[in-house]
């Protein structure tokens, strides 16, 4: 059974950092294409930011130069490292697998910027 973890939110300043992981289990995702996603209240769900197996990164330009991401294979973990915090980044945010085998997402964690 495949199972996304995501630790890591929490309450935070503006201008702060946070680091997110998350834990995959079940198979091998290093094929896979990993991301980010985000959702507001009364938003839409949204891309942050996305790694291919390669190592292709993308961006949203609300992150960028802000947020770092990056993937450890033969950890089957995810990260999202997050600088410069904003009110606006508030969200709970999930991660995302997606390959051959399936789309897979974790249950999302809160993370909230003070103003």
């Known amino acids: 059974q495949v199972q996304l973890v995501e630790s890591g939110g929490g309450l935070v300043q503006a201008g702060g950092s946070l680091r997110l992981s998350c834990a995959a289990s079940?198979?091998?995702?290093?094929?896979?294409?990993m991301g980010w996603f985000r959702q507001a209240p009364g938003k839409e769900r949204e891309h942050v930011a996305g790694?291919?197996?390669?190592?292709?990164?993308t961006y949203a330009d609300s992150v960028k130069g802000r947020f770092t991401i990056s993937r450890d294979n033969a950890k089957n973990t995810l990260y999202l490292q997050m600088n410069s915090l904003k009110a606006e980044d508030t969200a709970v945010y999930y991660c995302n697998f997606y390959g051959s085998g399936g789309n897979y997402w974790g249950q999302g964690t809160q993370v909230t910027v003070s103003s």
């Open positions: 790694i291919s197996w390669s190592g292709l990164i």
């Open positions: 079940g198979r091998t995702f290093s094929s896979y294409v």
